[in-house]
């Protein structure tokens, strides 16, 4: 099950696993999106695969999708926390810490760290209700472990507009390597592997202008593509990584290094 896998990364999540031979939930609020990259999978892979809609914000939401994906799938061996929003207004998801809202501070916390809590409960409960030995993945970012660099986003935009760090998206993703520390501890009586994978900066839209700035500060020397987040999923899903649970790996071309 990909939470988020109508987003920037998740049809290439959905990819990797799928062509790793694991049937695929595509759960995204978009319900056309979710559909047509679950049978977008479905005829390039030849598995099967469903696409809900779903608002992980709200617990009715999550536990309604559950009880509809119950009936078409006996258990959930992975999970893929990867949702988050950049809100309804890009405006005020960028706006200054100075002038930024409490309601767009809440509509960020309410996805990337409560919708994780909301799938995590319910799907990891359908796990142990199983006696699926699972594994939870959660998406995090950079952001999370380190603060924002104001250098790189001069003279950028991203879809047209400055770009600027969210005061809320870090503290969200921050969150998320917590969550991961506490689900690890908690299920690990249940063999429920719990792991973290914070992506760098992945190329979405940015003006060249952000990508020449923030390549200058990765050893590497560039932003990721989507698809290099692929292998890192891949390892955390399967039995490659069966004795490693509560970690954080981290795949951002270096940038941590320096």
Request: net charge negative; glycine share 10%.
């Amino acid at each position: 099950m990909i939470a988020g896998g109508g987003g920037i990364l998740g049809p290439w999540f959905v990819a990797a696993l799928a062509e790793s031979g694991a049937d695929i939930i595509v759960v995204d609020m978009d319900e056309v999106r979710a559909k047509q990259v679950a049978e977008d999978a479905q005829k390039a892979f030849g598995i099967k695969a469903l696409g809900v809609e779903c608002d992980i914000s709200k617990p009715e939401d999550v536990n309604r999708m559950v009880v509809d994906v119950r009936q078409d799938f006996k258990h959930v061996d992975i999970l893929l926390n990867a949702a988050a929003t950049k809100t309804k207004s890009l405006k005020n998801y960028l706006a200054p810490l100075e002038d930024y809202d409490l309601d767009t501070w809440n509509e960020i916390m309410a996805t990337n760290i409560g919708g994780m809590f909301l799938m995590a409960q319910s799907v990891g409960k359908w796990m142990i209700d199983s006696g699926v030995k699972g594994s939870i993945i959660q998406i995090a970012s950079i952001y999370g472990i380190l603060g924002p660099k104001d250098r790189i986003y001069e003279g950028s935009e991203y879809e047209g507009m400055p770009i600027s760090t969210s005061p809320a998206y870090p503290a969200s993703k921050g969150a998320v390597i917590a969550w991961t520390r506490y689900l690890a501890t908690a299920w690990a009586k249940h063999g429920i592997r719990v792991n973290t994978i914070t992506p760098g900066g992945v190329e979405s839209g940015q003006n060249d202008e952000f990508k020449a700035r923030y390549g200058k500060e990765v050893p590497l020397g560039r932003m990721a593509e989507a698809s290099e987040m692929a292998g890192a999923l891949v390892y955390l899903a399967s039995d490659a990584s069966s004795y490693m649970t509560g970690q954080n790996l981290v795949v951002d071309g270096g940038l941590t290094v320096w």
